[in-house]
Each structure stands twice: as C-alpha cells, then as structure tokens.
C-alpha cells in the first residue's frame, strides 16, 4: 500500500532533481510541486485511492502533478524521476548539501572539471583546481574544504541527517506495522537515540512468520536496491542510497534486540560488563545464565535493565557517558518529554515571507494541538524580503485580536523573531520592543564571523530586555550548513545571569541547541530552555516532540524548560526580565 507519506517523499526526490536540472529554486514547475507536497501531506484520505480527476481538485495539486501521483501509485516509479536519476546520480546530489555549492555551481563542476561526487570534490580541491572555475578563488576554495570536514561528507562513514532518515524509518516501520504477521516493530540504532546524523536505518521486528515480513519488506516502493536477503536479516538501498536493515526475532526476544541493536556501542559494552559482574550474559537474544541455560529477561527492555538493578534508561542517553551508574543509583535526570509542553513560542504564518499557512490555520492548529499558548513570532524587519514593517505587526496585531475571541482556551501572544546584527544589535526602536508579549532573537547572517565575535554578539542580544529567548543558537542546518563558532558555556551563564532562555528549536533540519552543548549547562546554575517547534505550516507542530528528545539527549530536566509552566507562570518568567 502506497500512502501519502510514500507520495510525498517521491515528489520531494522530483523537487530536488527539478532544482538541479533548471538551475534555481524558484522555478515554475519547483514551485507547483511544493505546493503539491504541502497538499499531500494534509489530505485527510489517502491519495493512493484518489483518481486523477479528484486528485486534480485537490488545492494545490495540477493536472501534471496528479498523472505524476497515479503513475507512482500503479507502476511504483516515476518516469520522469528515473530520467532526471540518471543525469544526477545520488553522489552527485550530495554535493548540493555543501553551503556555496548551488545547483548550477555542481553542474559547473561536473562539466568542466569530471567533479560529480564529494571525494572527487576533495581531490579536486587537494589539487587547486576549484580556483579556474570561474567566481571560485582561493578563499571559496578553502570554504568549501572547511564544509565538507565539518558536515561530516568524507571518508567511509557518511552520516544522513535525521530529517532525511526519520520519515523514511516511520515509513517503513508504519507499513510493516500493519502486517498481520508482525507483533511489535521498532526502528533502532542512532536514530532511536536521536542523532541528529545517521549511517543506516536498523529496524527489528518481532513475528513468528520472518519470510512473509522480508517479502513485504523488499516489494516497498522505495526499495531501489536489494543487497542482503535471508530469513532473519534483509539489507536494501533507497534511490538516495540510504541502507535500511530489516531484522526478524522471536516476539520473546523482542526487548533484547531492540536494547542491542539502538546500541550505542558504548552502553552495550557496559551493560555487557554489568551482566558478567553477575554471573550473567547479555547478547542480542536475551540476558541468561549460563549455568542453567535459563533466560532471565528478554521480552522487553524495562524487564533487562530491572534484572540488572537499574533504572529504565531512555534511548537518547545511552551513549556511556555516564548514564549506567546514574540509573544504578537512581539519580537519572528528571527528562522534559513531549506530553510536558503546554506552549509553542516560535511560529510563523504567511504573514512572514517564509511561512506556508495563513495566520487562520496556524492558530486553529494549534488549538487542535490541545497548546495552552503559542507567541505568533513573525520575522523583524532587518531581515529582507521576510520581515514585517511596524504597519505590518500593527495589521497583524488586529488580527490575533480576532483569533483571541475564537479560541479563548488559547493564549495567543504577539512576538517577534528579531535579527541579531553582527553588532549584538536587533530590529525596532526599545519602546516598540517593549510592545511584543515575546521576543525570540536570531542569527540570520554574518555566520562566518569568528568565536569571540559571535559569542559577544550573542550576548549583547541576550543582555536587551525584551529579549526573552535566543533562537535556534548554532544556526546550523543539518547535513547543509554547519554552525557558527561560539564559546558555549559563555552564552548560558549570560542567559543565566539575565533570565534569560535557550531555544531547543525541534525543526528536523535544525535541532539546534545540539545535544552535546546542552549537556555543558548541566553544570551552570539557573540555565532555562524553552523547546519550540519553528513552525513556518500546520504540519510542523510535532517539532515539540523532535524539540523534547533532542532535549533529553542533551540531559535537559523538565524544571528547566519554560515552557512546561503554566502560562501565569510563563509570563512572570518574561516580565521579570524586563523589569
């Protein structure tokens, strides 16, 4: 069964490929087929049985579009991606992940240097080659260079960023979910523990039919390769050449598995020691005792680590930094889920020039979300083509006034996402400052300053008083951009001292505080966070979720999340600040 999900990814592969064949984003035919992901991604049916002529009457979706749909749906392809495939092969694609490395930039490349992969793309540059392209020069060259250490794009073991990976493993784990053979279906591996980069995809099943799961597995559309097929274990490549590993156990050996192959390397091998210093062994298949054969847990994971003497111990902490003996001496952290977030404080509408839902449908997302209270945070008007003029905010304004009287269980605050200048300046005069409930300030630009400049920046940011929260804080983009060069620590102890809170901003491409700078405020007194979902459309209100488990990775404690409190609570928390 093809579902929207499927549709969705294959049209997003067709935008990319468009991108590189004509050359620009902004395309006519780029821009009908977002419009097309969009529409697909809120149908409340499933467009696999929907014909051409009420897929055609579906905002958004062409005449083009909706023969593409039908295609995929009867053939499990498209011919016009197949084609677009072949001129631009997955190695090449991943060049476009390199920041200053745009579509006609990569064609360039492949034309008149045979540069069509990243380690060509290296070799080229080890070379001095990139310097008779024409706009390239030593410095563009050594930027790139730089890039591609720090996105991660060498060597053997290639990452895939999360926002990539996850929608394909819910894919995979949803459709082999509905299978009457399967009991219990869970993806592992990094991804479970929530890295916000990837190698592969492990998935476990537990099914006492494993040869009809592997069937179903490698018929999946996007399976584009078969590398490994048995009983037990089925490896495939998807067209972007992401390996997806599919394992079948015993549903009595479900919980060991799961606990092994979600890893990290380091936890099992402790975990390991532990059931030794006990007379036990722990594998794959269960924790026994190898004197009597005798399995004493394997079902599921809380019952392992119970038998072990510890405390149930989340995915996103079992890296073996420390979280073993916390949970051998009941001194785990308290983590901030998802089901503790009572407001969202980073949203955008098309009341901003990059938001993709009207004001309306925003709001009434947000109240079908359940949210006690979101800040509508439009950008400030530094920030060209995208930010909103004093008029504008007054225009919007009015409207939330309206919207207050329709969902009056919703706290709706007006807010603002201001632009820090490479000064630790942002948008608006103080006293029109003071008139936002909420301000969240970001860096848009200048993002290859040097440490000291960004950390004070920042910092002059944090020390404005209508500054209530610095967002997204690296401002890197996953697997495209790395992040700027800041001195942490220096940043929240500033936030501290000035009450001031850190986004966790929970967009898949960003998930930005990164974990392991999180884990530096577990030490530094008074550091609050908020987690906010960035939403620029209706669809994007589960980045709390992606918020909350980047937040637990980084040992971030429910009391030290604002926006758990209730909103008086949340709003003393504002004010105090600027008083």
């Given at each position: 069964?093809i579902?929207?999900a ?20 902004q ?8 419009k097309a992901i969009s ?23 062409g005449k ?6 039908r295609e ?24 476009t ?12 490349l492949r034309d008149?240097l045979?540069?069509a ?16 392209l ?6 563009s ?26 929608p394909?493993a ?7 979910g ?5 009991r219990?279906?869970q ?23 494993p040869r009809?799961?592997?069937v179903?597995?490698v018929?999946?559309?996007l ?6 097929q ?5 490896s495939?490549?998807t ?7 599919v394992?079948?156990?015993?549903p ?27 007379g036990l062994?722990?594998?794959e298949?269960?924790?026994e005792?190898?004197?009597?054969g ?7 994971e809380t019952?392992?680590?119970?038998r ?11 890296e ?21 977030l009572?407001?969202d ?13 009207p ?6 997302a947000?109240?079908g979300?359940?949210?006690e ?6 950008h400030?008007e530094?920030?060209?083509i995208n ?6 905010i007054?225009a ?20 603002s ?42 910092i ?30 220096a ?6 001292d000035t009450g ?22 577990r030490?530094?007194p ?18 709390l979720?992606?918020?909350a ?7 971030v404690?429910r ?5 758990t ?6 709003m003393?928390?504002?004010n105090?600040?600027?008083?």
């Open positions: 069964m579902r929207n499927d549709i969705a990814r294959i049209l997003q592969e067709l935008v990319d490929l468009l991108i590189m064949a004509e050359g620009s984003k395309a006519f035919r780029v821009r009908a087929y977002e529409a697909v991604e809120t149908l409340p049916a499933e467009a696999a049985d929907m014909s051409a002529s009420e897929l055609e009457k579906v905002p958004g979706i083009s579009t909706a023969s593409k749909i995929y749906v009867d053939t499990g392809s498209v011919s016009r991606v197949v084609e677009l495939r072949k001129r631009f092969p997955a190695e090449m694609m991943e060049l992940r390199i920041p200053g490395l745009g579509p006609k930039t990569v064609v360039m008149q045979g540069v992969s990243v380690d060509q793309l290296r070799q080229a540059i080890a070379d001095d080659a990139l310097q008779s024409p706009g390239m020069g030593e410095k060259q050594q930027k790139i260079a730089t890039a591609i250490e720090r996105l991660g794009l060498h060597g053997k073991d290639r990452r895939t960023p999360i926002a990539d990976a996850l394909i819910e894919m995979v784990v949803d459709a082999l509905t299978l009457e053979a399967v219990r279906v993806y592992c591996g990094s991804l479970r523990r929530f890295r916000a980069t990837i190698a592969d995809i492990d998935i476990v099943v537990a099914s006492n039919s009809q799961v592997m179903e597995f018929a999946m559309p399976v584009e390769e078969v590398i490994g048995g009983d037990t274990k089925t495939v490549l067209a972007t050449g992401l390996q997806i590993d394992r079948v156990v015993k009595s050996q479900f919980g060991a598995a799961i606990l092994y192959f979600t890893g990290s390397k380091q936890h099992n091998i402790e975990l390991r020691q532990r059931a030794i210093e006990r062994l722990l594998n298949y269960g924790l005792d190898p004197e009597t005798k399995v004493e847990a394997s079902r599921t019952a392992i680590y119970k072990l003497g510890l405390d149930f111990i989340s995915p996103e902490l079992r073996g930094i420390g979280e073993i003996a916390a949970a051998g001496s009941a001194s785990l952290p308290d983590l901030v889920a998802a089901e503790d009572r407001g404080l980073h949203v955008h509408s098309t009341w901003s020039g990059d938001g993709r839902s004001l309306d449908d925003m709001v009434r947000a109240a979300q359940g949210l209270y979101i800040a509508m945070t439009e400030g530094d920030l060209a930010g909103l003029s004093r008029e504008q007054a919007e304004r009015r409207e939330l006034e309206r919207l207050r009287a329709e969902y009056p269980q919703l706290q709706i605050l007006s807010g996402e201001l632009n820090i200048s490479p000064e630790g300046g942002v948008d608006y005069d103080p006293d029109f400052l003071a008139s936002f409930d909420w301000c969240v300030a970001s860096v848009h630009t200048y993002f290859d300053l040097d440490e000291a400049r960004q950390t004070d920046r920042i002059k940011a944090i020390q404005n008083p209508a500054v209530s929260a610095i967002g997204h804080f690296t401002g890197r983009r996953i697997g495209h951009r790395p992040g700027i060069e800041v001195n942490a620590r940043v929240f102890e500033a936030a501290a001031t809170a850190m986004e966790i901003n929970g967009h898949l491409h960003r998930l930005d505080v990164p974990a392991d700078q999180l884990l530096l405020a030490d530094i008074g550091v609050k966070f908020v987690i906010s979902t960035d939403s620029h459309h209706t669809t994007e209100f589960r980045n979720h992606w918020g488990h980047n937040a637990r990775r980084g040992w404690e009391s030290s999340v604002i926006n409190m209730p909103f008086a609570e949340l003393s928390f504002v105090a600040k600027r008083t």
